[in-house]
């Protein structure tokens, strides 16, 4: 790259990072202040830990996070492998546009939506607390489901058809054919169908926030309701938490892919040199 | 005829790997002029030096006795057909052909009549509408040729082009590509590494190995007259055997003083000999200067190609009578059928058919077509 | 043996398709049935009409979200290009660099705005230290710009970092082999080569900054109202749900009207690249 190029990737990165590093900075302030540093501390991480919602709210955000991820990656995984299967153009090409339909609406419209149902439906079979942890689920496997419908599709279709039949001809049925043949070769769409539907779900506020109920409170969401009141550093405390669980997750997959892509040029070596 | 581009002293390394050492190379106008070699011989980083993708470590490059180093690509009178052809897939036919005159700025009614002369040359007449990404290889080729010939250039650098056509394409397209630079006249710098395409269509036949160029020279000088073991064994195919130079045209190897046609060697030194091998004949045990056995037979439609066992060492011969495997037989040799060479860096390392086989040659160019 | 096959395979997608209709055509259907009811469930178009008095919010929305969304493309593309031409690790780094605000939390990474740009924030203690007069930005449309613009940042870059990368490098010298100068490189191949890259680009910065409502809440200050903040606003009471209904009907349409335009016009102008 060329200074100018480098000057210029430099000062955007840096302006990008600059509110990041303030506020993992300030969340060891040991004042209240928030416009200057008065001296190092961890008194806000022991206020945030002192109170008891932060830790609800981050159990109600995993336990949400994993049932809708596993939930809207069975579901979508079979959709991804049957839609293909309709033989009508139309019929399918329906089907994948509603399907998409809240990857592209605004997550506002596709929450009000949703809360509209769910308020109507519930009040119809006289419930008294429409909204909680069951809506707040459903919600999220719906805006969920897209994502791992548009990672696990283009493995179905890249499949081989005559994979099947050589299994097929091997003696496999037609099931035993799918689990054995089929899967394995879809999987790494299945996996980071899930990754991305577990990520989308813990990350969620807009929907989320029309869609639970006062029993349910999400990370989010806990962070909207403290930022409605003063502006005070327990909320830059749990911030940077959230951005280092972040940053080790990112880590983590970095290592994992590239030991991935070592393992690959391995095989791949391997299977040169046999040629060879 | 006038000299329009020279490389001097050119040298080229990559993250310290040196592909181009020292690079002499003049380039006559309205030549066809092949750069060959295996791949990594630098014979494509030559073709990018001349084109302006790349700049020397060293040296100078010249252009009509202008010094265009530092001239970038766009200003240069040289364009150039890329291996994997480079269409610009968001452009059609005619769009694509006419690229260079629109950046020119010319009209409609001087862009129309061009581009519509260029498809004519490459037989892509009627072609304009069509979207170059459903084009086949062999068109999307001609497309690159037309789109690089319809501003004038003075030379047309050409990579590999033909690498990804099939044989009967290939052929086709070498005639043609003759054909065409015959009738523009424009310099062609065609870069390959199949020996034969170069014989057949260059006027000259540069050719590299490490970074270097062995060998310059009208292809049927370059055949009969090899200038090392290395440019022997890889134009053609040739037994190349350590000899001793007794006299002036006399020469022993493999135990057997032969009368050849080469001079100018000082008494007993140690020479490379090449010997063709459509150029030995095949007699019985008495009348042969050298014998040996015969260790295997392939039948080629044209000939046999038989190698034999001489005193450890491999020949390949080429004879059209057929002889048996294990058959022990005599060999003739012509005089003017033997070639001296100096002995060289890659003396031994080639020109033994002990370990040959049909398909590892068939590996090692595939090999070379995908780098 | 075949028919069977094909039956059992078309059956495992029919839960996803119950699912779609239960939970987004249904919902979007309600939206429909409250934009044109009163509470009590008669038809109106009385919400429709009471648009009239979002007119100001609407053209607010509009504005400012493009004018983020152009200030993303003007910013990100040439960030884009150049990461596309650093060294493949220098490439991913960059690409790690940016990964990380995004998966940071919208709320937060809005919120270290404000930590930044409050009356009593870092840069105003800064000034005054320094003895100058203190900005107001909190509660200007400066500010929500800005946010808007730093939040969906990343989202801008990444699909057109994809697009760039992804150009075969011998055909941008092919160009300029054929007289194009650095500048006719760039227009003539490679933005519209990337013009896939520059849609997804544009909708997913316009898209999440037409609809939100934190970001004006908290960098607006609460002085001026955006889509979000009306639509938001009509759902905390029942009894105007029906507006907040129409609202959204016509925020909604308006998006997927211009998805659909975008779509258009990148399908016909490079529907054969796929190939």
């Known amino acids: ?276 | ?371 | 043996m075949k028919q069977k096959r094909t039956l059992s395979g078309k059956i495992v997608a029919y839960p996803h398709v119950l699912w779609s209709v239960l939970f987004i055509m249904l919902p979007l259907l309600f939206v429909l049935y409250f934009a044109f009811t009163t509470p009590d469930g008669a038809f109106t178009f009385d919400n429709i009409i009471a648009l009239g008095n979002h007119k100001a919010t609407f053209a607010l929305s509009v504005s400012l979200s493009l004018l983020a969304t152009v200030f993303c493309f003007l910013l990100g593309y040439p960030l884009a290009y150049f990461m596309a031409q650093a060294s493949p690790k220098k490439q991913k780094l960059l690409m790690t660099l940016l990964m990380l605000p995004m998966w940071t939390n919208l709320l937060i990474r809005t919120y270290s705005m404000m930590a930044l740009m409050d009356d009593a924030g870092l840069i105003n203690s800064l000034l005054s230290a320094l003895h100058l007069n203190t900005i107001r930005m909190i509660g200007t449309k400066g500010a929500v710009v800005f946010g808007m613009a730093y939040d969906f940042f990343p989202y801008m870059v990444l699909p057109l970092y994809t697009t760039i990368s992804k150009i075969d490098k011998s055909v941008l010298e092919a160009a300029s082999d054929l007289g194009a100068s650095p500048a006719g490189v760039m227009t003539k191949v490679v933005l519209p080569l990337s013009s896939s890259g520059i849609i997804s680009g544009v909708t997913m910065v316009f898209v999440p900054s037409i609809s939100t409502f934190y970001i004006s809440q908290k960098l607006g200050g609460g002085t001026f109202d955006l889509l979000g903040d009306a639509i938001e606003r009509q759902f905390q009471n029942v009894n105007t749900y029906n507006v907040g209904a129409a609202i959204s009907l016509v925020m909604m349409i308006l998006v997927l009207l211009s998805l659909w335009v975008m779509n258009r016009f990148t399908d016909s102008d490079e529907g054969g690249t796929q190939a």
């Open chain 1, 1 to 276: 790259m060329k200074t100018l190029q480098k000057i210029y990737t430099f000062l955007i990165f840096f302006i990008l990072y600059i509110p990041i590093v303030v506020l993992v900075l300030f969340s060891f302030n040991s004042s209240g202040n928030t416009g200057s540093m008065t001296g190092l501390s961890l008194y806000w991480y022991r206020e945030l830990f002192a109170t008891p919602s932060t830790f609800t709210a981050l159990k109600n955000t995993l336990i949400l996070a994993l049932s809708a991820s596993v939930i809207s990656t069975l579901l979508g995984t079979a959709a991804a492998v049957g839609i293909g299967k309709f033989k009508n153009k139309a019929v399918r090409g329906a089907v994948l546009s509603v399907t998409n339909v809240p990857m592209m609406n605004p997550d506002i419209v596709t929450g009000i939506s949703m809360m509209l149902l769910f308020v109507l439906v519930g009040s119809l079979i006289g419930l008294k607390e429409k909204l909680g942890f069951w809506t707040i689920l459903i919600a999220h496997i719906t805006f969920c489901l897209p994502y791992v419908i548009l990672s696990v599709r283009p493995r179905v279709l890249g499949l081989n058809r005559s994979l099947s039949e050589a299994a097929m001809d091997l003696g496999c049925t037609p099931v035993s054919a799918f689990f054995r043949v089929e899967l394995p070769a879809i999987m790494p769409g299945i996996v980071s169908g899930f990754i991305m539907a577990f990520t989308l779900s813990l990350d969620d506020f807009v929907i989320s926030y029309f869609t639970t109920g006062n029993d349910f409170q999400t990370l989010p969401l806990l962070i909207y309701s403290m930022t409605k009141k003063e502006v005070t550093p327990d909320i830059y405390a749990l911030s940077t938490l959230m951005i280092a669980a972040v940053l080790i997750l990112l880590i983590l997959s970095n290592v994992a892919e590239s030991k991935g892509k070592n393992k690959e040029n391995e095989t791949s070596a391997k299977a040169a040199e046999r040629i060879g």
């Open chain 2, 1 to 371: 005829m006038k000299k329009l581009i020279e490389l001097k002293n050119v040298s080229k390394a990559f993250d310290g790997e040196v592909v181009l050492d020292n690079l002499n190379l003049d380039i006559y106008d309205q030549q066809f002029i092949t750069l060959l070699g295996p791949s990594g011989c630098g014979k494509t980083t030559t073709l990018r030096l001349v084109g302006g993708f790349e700049t020397p470590d060293s040296g100078d490059i010249y252009f009509d006795g202008q010094r265009i180093n530092d001239v970038p690509s766009y200003k240069r009178q040289i364009n150039t057909v890329f291996q994997k052809y480079a269409l610009f897939p968001h452009l059609n036919v005619f769009e694509n052909v006419a690229f260079s005159l629109r950046l020119q700025k010319k009209g409609i009614a001087e862009i129309a009549p061009r581009v519509k002369e260029m498809l004519e040359l490459v037989a892509l007449k009627g072609f304009e509408r069509k979207n170059v990404n459903f084009l086949s290889g062999g068109q999307q080729q001609r497309v690159a040729i037309a789109r690089a010939l319809i501003s004038h250039p003075k030379v047309l650098l050409l990579d590999e082009p033909l690498g990804a056509l099939d044989l009967k394409l290939r052929k086709d397209m070498q005639n043609e590509l003759k054909k065409i630079q015959k009738q523009t006249g424009i310099t062609f710098i065609y870069v390959t590494h199949d020996q034969e395409e170069a014989l057949s269509m260059s006027d000259v036949v540069v050719v590299m190995a490490d970074g270097r160029i062995q060998q310059i020279g009208a292809p049927t000088d370059i055949y009969n007259e090899p200038k090392n073991a290395f440019v022997a064994d890889f134009i053609g195919e040739s037994n190349i055997v350590d000899g001793v130079m007794e006299e002036d045209l006399k020469v022993t190897f493999s135990g057997h003083t032969f009368t050849c046609v080469d001079k100018g060697f000082a008494p007993k030194e140690q020479v490379d000999v090449v010997v063709r091998p459509e150029d030995v004949d095949v007699v019985s045990v008495e009348q042969g200067m050298l014998t040996g056995v015969v260790t295997s037979v392939t039948f080629k439609g044209v000939h046999y190609e038989i190698i034999v066992d001489i005193g450890g060492f491999k020949w390949m011969i080429q004879s059209t009578d057929f002889v048996g495997v294990d058959e022990k037989i005599g060999l003739y040799i012509e005089p003017d059928a033997i070639h001296i060479m100096k002995k060289s860096e890659y003396s031994g390392k080639y020109g033994d058919y002990s370990s040959f086989s049909d398909e590892l040659d068939e590996l090692s160019d595939a090999s070379a077509v995908e780098e």
